[in-house]
């Protein structure tokens, strides 16, 4: 990274020194509050050098990574802390609550490595929390949408989806309020920030399967019978598949009211499940044969290659929907509330830990009653 001392003049006729960043491709400023005069009378010469030194030494410890230390003469002075470190302390106390669910742990652990690559992107690791302000967020945000790519799979980076960038959004602001009602900042920069210079909510897509296309599926050949099967069986108890490709035949319990699969915790929530076992989804489960109770049920292959194969089973179908695996988790959430199923049962059974996850289908499935009926009047309107 190439970092120059630059000026620039201001109203007052001084001239304002920054310093001017530069790395591969991309240029940010930071401002010293500090300035030169035009005057040439002695006095003013002396507080020019001791201000062009102070910035030499300010861009040798921002090569060096080195932020400033606060004053600590001044009262009003914010402690010390800095951002990586607080960070860590932050997402430790998340992982040691036990009213949080994994994969809220998860998502923010995501949003502090994210964080961090920044943090080094702008050679500030050791970045202190009394430098965050709507130009730090300003700029992040800009990184996350522009620059940062997603490395899990190192032979295709990915941007940062929209849903992503809006739900670490979120997590940040909840983050700093925390800060901020330590003491640690004095108040959140999100807030100052104009309506446009932040995420919008985007509606997430829920490809779902009607009831005449499940049926149609179960209708059609598949190049994989572990994988159709699974699937279907899927559409009726909402499982992911990270809970079916480990799901046990020990999973599976005799109840009064019928079998069950109870899970002691989901993969991405951590909750308890118990989701009762309907007749159509024990006809999609294969044959124990004896199977031990630690065995599983389904021998699946990878999630790639079963969203793979079940695009070309659809396409097969003649679906024309862009239908993964999960797809039939969704296809649960809306036939169970079309069915007439209550948002809170529902949710129940698919492991939600907010109400509002469940809502989104429910909004689906409005839709759809509207769509119909607006479908009706149209006929019923012709001559």
């Given amino acids: 990274m190439k970092i120059e ?5 201001i109203k007052d006729g001084n001239l304002t020194i920054y310093l001017d960043f530069y790395d591969n491709g991309r240029r940010w400023y930071e401002y010293l509050n500090l300035h030169l005069s035009p005057k040439t009378d002695r006095l003013s010469k002396a507080q020019n050098e001791n201000a062009m030194k102070k910035a030499i030494e300010i861009k040798a410890k921002r090569m060096l990574g080195i932020e400033d230390e606060p004053d600590e003469t001044d009262s009003n002075a914010l402690p010390r802390r800095v951002f990586s470190d607080w960070m860590d302390k932050y997402l430790d106390g998340i992982k040691h609550n036990r009213s949080l669910s994994v994969s809220t742990y998860n998502n923010n652990s995501n949003l502090i490595s994210v964080i961090k690559a920044y943090l080094s992107y702008k050679h ?18 800009d990184y996350m ?112 009211l019928g079998k069950v699969i109870a899970l002691k915790a989901m993969k991405k929530t951590g909750k ?16 124990r044969n004896g199977a031990s109770a630690n065995e599983r049920i389904f021998k699946m292959t990878t999630l790639g290659q079963c969203d793979r194969v079940v695009h070309k089973w659809c396409e097969t179908a003649g679906i024309e ?39 989104v ?4 499935v409005m839709d759809t009653k509207i769509d119909a009926i607006n479908k009706m009047s149209s006929f019923f309107s012709q001559g």
């Fill in 272 to 287: 308890q499940v118990t989701v009762p076992l309907n007749k159509l989804a024990q006809e999609w489960l294969p044959e």
């Fill in 361 to 364: 289908y429910a909004d689906v």
């Fill in 145 to 256: 949408e522009n620059v940062y790519r997603n490395t899990k799979k190192q032979d295709e980076p990915k941007p940062l989806a929209p849903t992503t960038l809006h739900l670490y959004q979120r997590l940040l602001v909840a983050m700093l309020n925390v800060a901020v009602q330590e003491g640690t900042i004095s108040a959140n920069p999100f807030y100052a920030m104009e309506r446009k210079q932040k995420f919008k909510k985007v509606s997430a897509d829920r490809c779902f399967l009607e009831k005449e296309e499940v049926i149609k599926l179960t209708e059609t050949a598949c190049v994989n019978d572990t994988t159709k099967a699974a699937f279907l069986f899927c559409c009726y108890v909402g499982l992911r598949y990270s809970d079916v490709s480990t799901l046990t035949w020990g999973a599976i319990r005799q109840t009064d």
């Fill in 321 to 359: 929907k862009n239908v993964t695996f999960h797809t039939s988790r969704h296809t649960f959430a809306v036939l169970s509330l079309t069915a007439g199923g209550d948002l809170f049962t529902v949710g129940k059974l698919m492991g939600h830990t907010d109400i509002k996850s469940t809502q």
């Fill in 5 to 9: 001392i630059r000026t620039r003049e």
């Fill in 124 to 141: 500030r690791p050791r970045m202190l929390m009394s430098k965050i302000d709507k130009k730090f967020l300003i700029g992040f945000f």
